[in-house]
């Protein structure tokens, strides 16, 4: 069984900086991506930030320039340095893991509140 571990979420005010990270652990193998979505009520949930095995980025065009996605191959962490939040950066933000060898398996943590308010 996997489990994906978040951290780091909480309230910041506009122009703020938050880190947040993920542990993967337990039966996870030849993990492909690791990524960061995030969700508001109401909304379907949306990619933020996306990083491959060979350390390509993908970014959503809102937060390009602002967040920047990293990643520890040995510690199996991912981590999402979001600076100058803004209030619309508010939602509950989900850590995702895609692993295996032929059948690709899905894995997302619980998610970690992010606020930006004054």
């Known amino acids: 069984q996997v489990q994906l571990v978040e951290s780091g979420g909480g309230l910041v005010q506009p122009g703020g900086s938050l880190r947040l990270s993920c542990a993967a652990s337990?039966?996870?193998?030849?993990?492909?991506?690791m990524a960061w979505y995030r969700q508001t009520p109401g909304k379907q949930r949306e990619l933020v930030a996306r990083?491959?095995?060979?350390?390509?980025?993908t970014y959503a065009e809102s937060v390009k320039g602002r967040f920047t996605i990293s990643r520890d191959h040995a510690r199996n962490t991912v981590s999402l340095q979001m600076n100058g939040l803004k209030p619309e950066d508010t939602a509950v933000y989900f850590c995702?893991?895609?692993?295996?060898?032929?059948?690709?398996?899905?894995?997302w943590g619980q998610g970690t509140q992010v606020t930006v308010s004054s």
């Open positions: 995702h893991v895609a692993y295996g060898l032929g059948v690709v398996i899905n894995s």
């Open positions: 990083i491959t095995s060979g350390g390509f980025t």
């Open positions: 337990g039966s996870i193998f030849n993990i492909n991506t």
